[in-house]
């Protein structure tokens, strides 16, 4: 998949923890949320040369997977979700920020996981127990289907504030302005 498609599926999955939990509005604030949700959505492609943080100032952490890993290697598993989110929960405890933060972090990675699975190539998603690749082989990364994947995830985040501004006050909605 590209970056895009899973930026918009972590944040789908934020939008919609938000809109099922809205009490957790009051924990962790929505950009944030969001925010750190894309950076999990995007890190496990850290173990790719082309990946789009291998690129930029996330290079020296990029070098450094790729010599313990091919691409979707461990770093496409749970372990390496939860090996990057307790970095991500080490790096907002050093600033001070609530340890909840991490959450949205991991669900994003999750998401990329779970993207990620609906390609040919597949994810080992229970590395180092197995070797074996779940994959449901509907969309290949850059075709068409990958577009219409991409715009029925933003068509569930339209829903999903449609669905807050009418039966939840506009809460999610409110939290974006604030954004803004």
Excluded: C
Excluded at 126 to 151: A, C, D, M
């Amino acid at each position: 998949m590209i970056h895009t498609t899973h930026i918009l599926f972590g944040v789908f999955l934020i939008f919609a923890s938000f809109e099922g939990y809205p009490s957790s509005i009051a924990y962790i604030p929505f950009i944030y949320a969001i925010s750190s949700s894309a950076l999990g959505a995007l890190f496990p492609d850290i173990d790719h040369p082309n990946g789009y943080l291998s690129r930029g100032n996330w290079r020296l952490i990029s070098l450094s997977v790729r010599k313990t890993t091919s691409h979707r290697g461990w770093t496409h598993s749970i372990s390496g979700a939860v090996f990057f989110s307790v970095i991500a929960g080490a790096v907002i405890w050093y600033y001070n920020a609530d340890l909840l933060y991490a959450v949205p972090f991991f669900i994003g990675y999750i998401s990329h996981l779970m993207s990620d699975s609906l390609n040919p190539t597949g994810v080992n998603w229970l590395w180092p127990i197995t070797r074996k690749k779940f994959r449901i082989n509907l969309i290949k990364t850059g075709s068409k289907q990958e577009s219409i994947f991409q715009s029925g995830i933003s068509f569930g985040i339209s829903g999903i504030i449609a669905y807050d501004v009418m039966f939840n006050a506009g809460m999610l909605l409110n939290a974006i302005r604030q954004m803004i």
